[in-house]
């Protein structure tokens, strides 16, 4: 079972909207609406984002946002700021292998 | 608050057993799917597999299956995961997460554990 595929880094000016693609099969995002997005600073807990696709937690800003199309899926975020500085996890349900599978992981720099 | 608190870094030899502990704080598991996940030394995080806290249901990525154990207790609210024989490539920081049943997305992670295997 492969890790689904996110770009390696991904930067951006404060300020600036950034998009995170992350693509799949039809056998995990293409199939399922569960589609989830973390924040991950390393050595800290991941940080839920977006979950089923583009609904947000409460407490989660609104310059993070997700949609998906087919196979693949996206975190949006406006308004870049320094603390957005981490690396970005998508994760979906799967029917093949695992239950859940983790993107390749996104590491976002602000410039 | 909602909390999960794992158990502290540890150094193993290769071959030796170990068992690591995420223990939920402020709310009942019964009804919660915990998961444990791998982060290797400079690489993305992994789904190890899943356990349900109700009747113990379990669910394991391939890769991880016939490796690690993973059980819980639900009279102290605590998962564990464990190895029978440590290799030095089990040398990671892992995470334990929790999600409601019906759910499908991580609400709450613990704060992780650095397991360290070398000789």
């Known amino acids: 079972q492969s890790a689904l595929t996110q770009p390696a880094s991904v930067s951006g000016s404060p300020g600036q909207s950034i998009t995170i693609s992350c693509t799949g099969s039809s056998h995990d995002i293409g199939r399922y609406k569960f589609v989830s997005w973390y924040r991950h600073h390393p050595g800290e807990a991941p940080k839920l984002l977006i979950y089923d696709v583009s609904n947000r937690p409460s407490g989660v800003s609104d310059r993070f946002s997700g949609s998906k199309s087919g196979n693949t899926a996206s975190l949006t975020i406006s308004g870049l700021q320094a603390e957005d500085e981490a690396d970005y996890y998508c994760t979906s349900d799967s029917d093949i292998g695992s239950p859940y599978v983790f993107g390749t992981g996104t590491e976002v720099t602000v410039l | 608050e909602v909390q999960l608190v794992q158990s502290g870094a540890v150094v193993k030899k290769p071959g030796e057993s170990l068992k690591i502990s995420c223990q939920g704080i402020?709310?009942?598991?019964?009804?919660?799917?915990i998961g444990w996940v791998r982060q290797m030394p400079g690489k993305g995080l992994e789904w190890m597999g899943i356990i349900y806290f109700h009747d113990s249901t379990t669910a394991y990525n391939p890769s991880f299956q016939g490796q690690v154990a993973i059980s819980v207790d639900k009279s102290i609210t605590t998962a564990y995961v464990q190895w029978s024989s440590l290799k030095a490539s089990d040398s990671a920081i892992y995470y334990c997460a929790s999600t409601r049943h019906g759910n499908h997305h991580w609400d709450y992670w613990g704060q992780g554990t650095l397991v360290t295997v070398s000789t």
């Open positions: 402020g709310y009942s598991f019964t009804n919660y799917w």
